[in-house]
């Protein structure tokens, strides 16, 4: 079977080279830099990741000159491997110059293996500091932006190629061509590999995981537990798999009830629900760092499990525990050797750490994204009503409901001219700070709230201007709607807690928001819709963001397009609910923010 290696830089979208490659029928797997020249013998060909660092740095992930000159087959290198592929070869690398985040058009020059079938022009998806800016010899400049000269380059006789934009993100249209004409045509390989029968290799994983020991499963209600769980009592049997189900106090609204009766009417009644949402909204009420968050969130969970695990002592400490993680919560907590860290998932906290290194844990889907593991679900037999819920974090509303210890003013934001040009635009600077991911990096900066009358085209533009130029803001929200005589200079950010009234203010708001998105879901193609809570308060209410999102897995996402009539009337119903001031839209891509606030 024909193999390609994907070599881990630590950048976040690694995995998705990996499974665009599979998609494409050829079996490809994840290998640390270390353990490169071993691993890679017999491939097909190479690819290269992207990453966080910079090839500059000393203590980055290196590939030297030897490497590349001893191997036998293809190599392509993405963002950070591009610059690598650059400089091992004595190409020149420029730090830092232009930051370029999001969308940019691709100047096809040579339209030859590696960009066969493309237009002259295409869409890409780029996120980086450094620049390669001259070639190593023997390579060509295939393709250009207007930002970045060599945005792709390549040595035919070699069959080395390097491209600075994300070919394997859904945001670059037709990057799967890109990898194909690598992994088909550069490389040879032939379609063979199938992931048909996942089910049974997932079987067969946990039963040579588990090796007879029960599992406590911690399921959430979310699409991702709920897969795993089923996969599991399908792999143990319902007598060895005991769901736990916790309430937080952080759900939706009569998010436990549904969950419950969802799960008992399939059959599923080993499921238990314990109440602990005082151990959880008591530490968090004054905490408004978002780590910090995550940490007591975790330190919760682990104290649940604590609890659980005595209460099962009797039965010995062979037990295991089972969660629902996901790719994507392992690479965005720093789980891979070079990946920086985003944000902590309360799934990865030191105490889950410890019961991996026993060998304690069992994650049955923490290789797939999102997507993958809703085909899987359908595998499974279970219904839209759970497949097709919209995905919600594990730290629930905690995330979403933003806090501040004091109370600050919002200032206006001057906007450079050309970002400004033509359009009415009044643009602002929120004093607190939400979560943001640049360059696979992570970032905690401001937002800029715009004003006016404008489309979601302009916004999209201003929006990426605005944090590609202006540091520090990493997001961009606009006014949809304010109580009247509310104006944005008198609104102030209010001193605030994560408290009972505010948590079901928000559950209200969010209830609303999903209510009158659900006919828009397809049409949209919305993947997620996070409602987040502001302590912006203008009169006597505060702000609701409201943060619809297309995305594949969550790991790049778009701002969507709400149509303005069902946007006005859902704006006017959230601003009937007392308590509520003022609703904005963030218009921000993934990078540069993040789909959640924090
Ligand atoms: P971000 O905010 O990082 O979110 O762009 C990407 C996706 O991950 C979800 N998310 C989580 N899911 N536990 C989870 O199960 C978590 O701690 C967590 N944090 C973020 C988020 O909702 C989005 O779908």
Redesign the pocket.
Known sequence: MDRIVILDAGGQYTHLIARNVRELGVYSEIVEFAAAGERSKGAKGIIISGGPRSVLEADSPRLDRSFFEKLRWPALGICYGHQLLAYALGGEIKPGLIREYGHAALNIRKPGSLLRGLGRREPVWVSHGDTVVRPPEGFQILASTADCEIAAMGDPHRKFYGVQFHPEVIHTPRGKQVLRNFVRHVCGCQPTWSAKRQVGKFVREIREKAKGRPVLFLV?G?V?STVAFVLCVKALGRKRVQGIYVDTGLMRKDETNLFKDRMARLGYDNIDVLDRSDSFLGPLRHVSEPERK?KIIGEAFVAVYHELFKSWSGKGDSWMLGQGT?Y??TI?SGGTAHAAL??T???RVPEIQELQKQDRLIEPIHQLY?DEVRQLGRRLGLPKTILGRL?????GLA?RCLATSKDQAVSALTLPKEIRGQLGVSAYRLPVRS?G?QGDSRTYAHTAVLTGRLSFAQLGELSSAITNKIREINRVAWLVASRPDADVLQARIVRSELTHARLDLLREADATVNEAIENLIARCEIW?C?VVLLPLRWREGETVVIRPVS?RD??T?NFSHLPSAPLRRLARRLLNIRGIDAVLYDVTN?PPG???W?
């Open positions: 959430s979310g991702d995550r996901i994507p919560d965005e985003i944000k998932h309360h799934n999102k995905p919600f974090p594990g730290p995330i979560v991911v997620q996070p995305s969550g790991m996402a993934k993040t789909i959640e924090e």
